[in-house]
Nanobody
Framework: VQLQASGGGLVQAGGSLRLSCAVS????????VAWFRQAPGKEREFVAG????????SYADSVKGRFTISRDNAKNAVYLQMMNLEPEDTAAYFC?????????????????????WGQGTLVTVSS
């Protein structure tokens, strides 16, 4: 499976962006998908994740209430709607996929749990 993230850009604090993760090669149906981010000089961190059915989501405390993850299995895509952006949200954002069974509702926060990664899309939030 191949993933491609897009939608990053430059935005002022308080603004919004919507990131997209397009999946190709296989249907996204069998995968839990997550967004991670990595700021310069920092480790990659979990941002949000969604199970294969979309029935369960998980968010980092730092983005809870501001970011929303969703998926459209028919379009083979996952999205991250980011609202009320802060300068601390500046980072390269990556989508990642983990093949799972239907009954597995876990959303791991460790990057090593994910099998496939897309290239990053850069989000810059100015103050």
């Amino acid at each position: 499976v191949q993933l491609q993230a897009s939608g990053g850009g430059l935005v002022q604090a308080g603004g919004s962006l919507r990131l997209s993760c397009a999946v190709s090669g296989r249907t996204i149906v069998g995968y839990t998908v997550a967004w991670f981010r990595q700021a310069p000089g920092k480790e990659r961190e979990f941002v949000a994740g969604i199970t294969r059915s979309g029935g369960t989501t998980s968010y980092a405390d730092s983005v809870k209430g501001r970011f929303t993850i969703s998926r459209d299995n028919a379009k083979n895509a996952v999205y991250l709607q980011m609202m009320n952006l802060e300068p601390e949200d500046t980072a390269a954002y990556f989508c990642a996929a983990r093949r799972t069974i239907l009954t597995d509702t876990r959303i791991p926060r460790a990057a090593t749990a994910y099998d496939a990664w897309g290239q990053g899309t850069l989000v810059t939030v100015s103050s």
